[in-house]
């Protein structure tokens, strides 16, 4: 329900509108992507929202899969290294009435220490291993969704969760994204 009261058109430049839906990952500026469609409702579904909830998600992009979670839960925030791709994003948050999506720019490593503890933290670009800033600002029964592995090699989707403070792991699936890159962004 979520996906599809979301027009993923509207998240796409004008050259791209007619794949909009296709099942594919797709380019958006600043060398980034959007992901595919099916990884989006898996990563989703993986996150288990609940609409008390308040999201970290790191890697605003497009802002698609913000949008996303902004129907499931009660607060989204969202973290972008690159001020262009993140001003398109707010421009988007604001014509669809998505007033419960906050947005940084910022290192998505270093988390959202003033906002936290996240009830659930999505990841949406590959990092090496879990970056201990995110863990840490995982609320009890918090839960986590990231794709870890080396720059381009092998990537997984993992699953963190926080249960009585202690943090275990458990591997969904393959997945291939786009670097965490340390550091804001220099170009505009
Ligand atoms: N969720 C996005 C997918 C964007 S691709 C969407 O639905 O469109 C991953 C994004 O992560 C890119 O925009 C990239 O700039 C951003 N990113 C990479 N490293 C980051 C970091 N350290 N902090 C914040 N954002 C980062």
Redesign the pocket.
Known sequence: GALESTPRRR?LGSRHQSLAYADRAMP?D?G????QPTI?AMMTEALDVEPHHRVL??????????AVLARLASEVYT????RS?MRYAEDRFKALKLDNVRTRI????EGWVEMSPFDRIIV??AAETIPPALADQLGEGGAMVIPVGLRGAAQHLVKVTRMEGQLSESTLCAVRF?P???GVAEQL
């Open positions: 998240f958006i600043c980034q992507t959007i992901s989006v998600e790191v890697g605003t992009g497009s802002g698609y899969q913000a973290i972008e290294r690159y791709l910022g290192d998505g490593f949406t670009a786009v965490m890159i340390h």
